[in-house]
């Protein structure tokens, strides 16, 4: 109940492509959902985030996409760099102080 | 810039010795965290402070300690190193009512000979 599942474990785009990172949660209560990159030796950084009365919410090149009824979100990442090479982590919490539950992360390579 | 501040970034020790690894924040925030990083894995928690009160997670070990003598400084304590806490440990930062937008530091890579 308490897990989120992210899909693929790695992933390797051309420059200039689409990539697309998934998460599926059970946890109903969960209401906050973030993507957090990481690159070698730092610490994660907060990407983008959504709420789950929102579908949809775009920063940039980065979406995320939002279904409520299948339980899933995912971040698309448009127009692909070589500098977007990193490990993604998706999240998920639930209202109070309740820690974030991270999903095992999607090591990115972006290749010219 | 405000930001969270890990010291120092790589630590050494051996088997059995104690460590000690210490957190800072400029940005005033509530809640703080500790998570282990072990290598191509997603972070875990260990435990949090909101302002003084502790919160560990039921599956931390008893090795691990955690002292926040004040609102900007939180330290990490391995009472007993043993190879298997080799890690990135992470301190993370986040507002009171916001607790879920989380800002990390840049971590602590600790090697345990």
């Known amino acids: 109940q308490q897990q989120v599942k992210q899909s693929p474990q790695s992933l390797i785009v051309q420059k200039g492509g689409i990539s697309i990172i998934n998460c599926a949660y059970e946890?109903?209560?969960?209401?906050?959902f973030p993507w957090y990159q990481q690159f070698p030796g730092k610490g994660p950084a907060l990407l983008i985030a959504i709420r789950p009365d929102v579908s949809e919410k775009k920063e940039g090149r980065f979406t995320i996409s939002f279904n409520k009824s299948a339980k899933q979100f995912s971040l698309h990442i448009m127009d692909s760099q070589p500098g977007d090479s990193a490990t993604y982590f998706c999240a998920a919490s639930y209202s109070g102080n309740t820690p974030l539950v991270f999903g095992k992360g999607t090591r990115l390579s972006v290749i010219a | 810039d405000a930001m969270v501040i890990q010291n120092p970034r790589y630590q050494v020790t051996q088997f059995g010795k104690p460590v000690t690894l210490s957190c800072s924040q400029t940005l005033n925030h509530n809640v703080m965290y500790w998570y282990q990083q072990k290598s191509s894995q997603a972070p875990k928690l260990l435990f949090h402070?909101?302002?003084?009160?502790?919160?560990n997670e039921a599956d931390t070990p008893d090795n691990f300690q955690s002292r926040r003598p004040n609102t900007s400084f939180c330290f990490l304590d391995i009472r007993s190193p043993g190879l298997g806490d080799a890690a990135m440990y992470l301190c993370?930062?986040?507002?009171?009512?916001?607790?879920?937008?989380?800002?990390f530091g840049p971590g602590t890579r600790l090697t345990v000979t």
């Open positions: 402070y909101y302002d003084k009160d502790f919160n």
């Open positions: 946890n109903t209560a969960f209401d906050y």
């Open positions: 993370a930062t986040s507002r009171a009512g916001q607790v879920r937008e989380q800002y």
